[in-house]
């Protein structure tokens, strides 16, 4: 959770000011009571009135919880802001765990079959083959390694069909208003993200 923690807090550094505050609207609508921290109740109560019940497992708040005190404060309701907008809410397939660190993903499924949706396990599903309904000839690869793979099938393809590509994360970076954040996370931590 740590990478993601602190890819969070690079990511709400860098945003716009009208999207600060966004943030801290939101968080000023879970707080029910307005004490400046959201509980478990305030929490499951703000997200199943959203509609992402994906995050309501006690399991998800404790991981937010960075102090263990048993709420959450704004700093802490950054990082779920930050997994919510940048579409990085992968769970495992078997377990249902947040996969916040390494993870592996069927490769077919990720980068070959547009229709079906991607196939996660955290380390320990896929490790201990704790997995029986997926198809056969699934490759698994982790997913800095899929990042990888996924550089090479790209590059594979015509120039024009990538323009395309482009464009459309472009728009979808857009409307999650990730660009100063990917350019941010990426110099912070001295890696390219494309
Ligand atoms: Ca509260
Ligand atoms: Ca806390
Ligand atoms: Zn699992
Ligand atoms: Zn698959």
Redesign the pocket.
């Known amino acids: 959770m740590e990478g993601i923690r602190r890819a969070a807090v690079t990511y709400y550094e860098n945003l716009p000011e009208e999207k600060k505050r966004y943030a801290r609207f939101i968080f000023d609508e879970m707080d029910e009571n307005r004490d400046g921290q959201i509980d478990l109740d305030e929490y499951v109560e703000y997200l199943k009135k959203d509609n992402n019940t994906v995050f309501t497992d006690p399991s998800m708040f404790r991981a937010l919880d960075k102090d263990g005190d048993g709420s959450l404060d704004f700093e802490e309701t950054i990082t779920l802001y930050y997994i919510m907008e940048s579409g990085r809410a992968l769970f ?6 947040f996969l916040a660190e390494v993870y592996f993903s069927c490769f077919q499924c990720f980068c070959l079959d547009e229709s079906a949706s991607t196939y996660d ?2 380390c ?2 896929y490790g201990g083959k ?1 997995f029986t309904d997926h198809h056969d000839d699934a490759i698994f690869c982790d997913n800095y390694t899929l990042l990888g793979k996924s550089r090479s099938l790209a590059l594979e393809a015509p120039v024009q069909k990538r323009r395309e590509v482009l464009e459309k994360i472009e728009t979808i970076v857009q409307v999650a208003g990730l660009v100063v954040g990917c350019a941010a996370i990426a110099s912070s931590c001295g890696c390219s993200i494309m």
Request: net charge positive; glycine share 0%; proline share 0%.
């Open positions: 495992c397939k078997t377990c249902n765990t396990l955290c320990d599903c704790k």
